[in-house]
């Protein structure tokens, strides 16, 4: 990790964003939004349910975890009108848009920052808060096997 710390990257001077809970991130294309096992009690009793119906109804097992199942538009079932467990979000949405597919160039980070109003408002999140939720989510792909 400490490898990354010591390059320069588009970010060096740190990225201001905010959550405008637009549903941008929660609506486009299909894919996988994980929920590790320690995240399924928090949002399960946010919902006011039981885990295994909870998992029944609104997850798919992947790997070692789960993912949230999608409408066949690609939107999160979370996801009407406003996101329904925002404050217990899973960590991947937690992390948006600091995503590494989204840092790896200034040209991905760009595209992403067309779709995402959040980015360039708010506070100041530093290169190193940046690469540490980078690492965070690298850590949880390795946990996950995938």
């Given at each position: 990790?400490?490898?990354?710390?010591?390059?320069?990257?588009?970010f060096?001077h740190?990225i201001?964003f905010?959550?405008r809970?637009?549903?941008v991130?929660c609506?486009?294309?299909?894919?996988?939004i994980?929920?590790?096992?320690d995240e399924?009690?928090?949002?399960?009793?946010?919902?006011?349910?039981?885990?295994?119906?909870?998992?029944e109804k609104?997850?798919?097992?992947?790997?070692?975890?789960?993912?949230?199942?999608?409408?066949a538009?690609?939107?999160?079932f979370?996801?009407?009108?406003?996101?329904?467990?925002?404050p217990?979000?899973?960590?991947?949405?937690?992390?948006?848009?600091?995503w590494f597919?989204?840092?790896?160039?200034l040209?991905k980070?760009?595209?992403?920052?067309?779709?995402?109003?959040?980015?360039?408002?708010?506070?100041l999140?530093?290169?190193?808060?940046?690469?540490?939720?980078v690492?965070?989510n690298?850590?949880l792909?390795?946990?996950?096997?995938?």
């Amino acid at each position: 990790m400490k490898r990354l710390y010591n390059r320069s990257y588009f970010f060096d001077h740190g990225i201001h964003f905010e959550c405008r809970r637009c549903g941008v991130c929660c609506t486009g294309d299909p894919g996988i939004i994980y929920v590790g096992k320690d995240e399924l009690t928090s949002i399960a009793e946010h919902l006011s349910l039981q885990v295994p119906f909870f998992i029944e109804k609104y997850l798919y097992p992947i790997k070692t975890e789960y993912s949230i199942k999608e409408h066949a538009d690609g939107r999160c079932f979370f996801y009407e009108n406003g996101c329904t467990i925002y404050p217990v979000r899973p960590h991947q949405c937690k992390t948006f848009p600091f995503w590494f597919e989204n840092l790896r160039s200034l040209k991905k980070w760009k595209r992403i920052s067309r779709e995402c109003p959040g980015i360039g408002c708010g506070p100041l999140h530093s290169k190193e808060q940046i690469l540490e939720i980078v690492q965070s989510n690298m850590d949880l792909v390795v946990k996950m096997n995938l």
